[in-house]
C-alpha cells in the first residue's frame, strides 16, 4: 500500500521574465533508496545557477506550506537523489548577499548540476529579479533550527503500513531503522521523503534509530504509528565545525 500526495504545481515566473527557464511542475520522482553516497559533504562548495519560482515550503518533500520561512529551494533533479536532501540545507553565496535556504522541493525539469530554484523572496534577497538566472557557488551547511527533531507519521499510518518523515534536522538524514524483535531493521525512504514500512512496524511504541550524513546516531520512542501525528524527539544532531557553525 503507498499512500500517494498531492503535488502543488511548481512554475517559473516565465511570464515576467520570458528568457528564465521554465522548472515546471512537481511530480515525484521514481522511489528508491537515493545515492546517499554521493551527497557534498559539509561545506564543500558547488558551482552553480539560481532561478525562482511561487513556493510555498511545501513541494515533493511532502513538508507542510511555511509562509512564515520562505528561504527554501529546490533542487536539481540530479541532486535531489530520491529526497536524500530534503531539509537539509545550502548556502548561497549570491551577488547581493549570501543566504541560507531549506531544501523542500525537487526541479525535474532543471538538468544542471548546482541549479537551485529559489522562492521568490529568497531570490530577491541574493539577486536582482530581473536577472532571472544567476551563477552562484553554493555549500551545504548546517540548518539553523532550535529545538529536538521532529519524526511526522503520514496520513495512512497503522501498525500494517507505517510511514515516517524526520523533520527539524540540523544535518542530514541518511537512514532510518526501527527496532523489531531485537533486531534494528532498515526502512527505505520514498521519493516523497518519507520512511515506508510496507508490513507495518508493530502496534504499540516504535523504537526508532536515525542517522545524519556524518555518522551522527540519535534514538527516540515513538507512542505509535497513529496516523497523521507530529512527534517531537529528545535530541539534536550537533552542528560540525566544517561550515562554520
Not at 144 to 150: N, Q, Y
Request: charged fraction near 20%; hydrophobic fraction near 35%; aromatic fraction near 8%.
Amino acid at each position: 500500500m503507498r499512500i500517494e500526495k498531492p503535488i502543488a504545481g511548481r512554475w517559473l515566473a516565465a511570464v515576467l521574465l520570458p528568457l528564465l527557464s521554465a522548472c515546471g511542475p512537481s511530480t515525484e520522482g521514481v522511489g528508491g533508496e537515493g545515492k546517499v553516497g554521493d551527497l557534498l559533504p559539509l561545506g564543500a562548495y558547488q558551482d552553480g545557477l539560481i532561478t525562482f519560482y511561487d513556493a510555498t515550503g511545501a513541494g515533493n518533500c511532502s513538508y507542510d506550506p511555511s509562509p512564515d520561512d520562505l528561504d527554501v529551494a529546490a533542487m536539481n533533479i540530479g541532486q535531489y537523489q530520491d529526497s536524500a536532501v530534503c531539509g537539509s540545507c545550502v548556502e548561497i553565496e549570491g551577488p547581493k548577499a549570501n543566504l541560507r535556504v531549506r531544501i523542500v522541493d525537487s526541479c525535474p525539469d532543471c538538468p544542471d548540476k548546482g541549479h537551485l530554484d529559489l522562492s521568490r523572496s529568497a531570490f530577491a534577497k541574493i539577486a536582482n529579479p530581473v536577472d532571472g538566472r544567476v551563477k552562484v557557488r553554493w555549500r551545504p551547511v548546517a540548518c539553523d533550527v532550535s529545538g529536538p527533531v521532529r519524526y511526522h507519521v503520514k496520513d495512512g499510518s497503522s501498525q500494517w503500513w507505517t510511514a515516517l518523515q524526520v523533520r527539524n534536522h540540523r544535518l542530514p538524514v541518511t537512514r532510518l531503522e526501527y527496532l523489531k524483535n531485537g533486531s534494528w531493521v532498515n526502512v527505505k525512504r520514498e521519493s516523497y521523503n518519507y520512511f515506508v514500512e510496507p508490513k507495518g512496524m508493530g502496534a504499540g511504541s516504535i523504537k526508532i534509530r536515525v542517522t545524519a550524513q556524518d555518522g551522527q546516531v540519535l534514538e527516540d520512542t515513538l507512542p505509535g504509528a497513529d496516523s497523521n501525528k507530529l512527534f517531537t524527539g529528545g535530541s539534536q544532531f550537533r552542528a560540525p565545525s566544517t561550515d562554520g557553525n
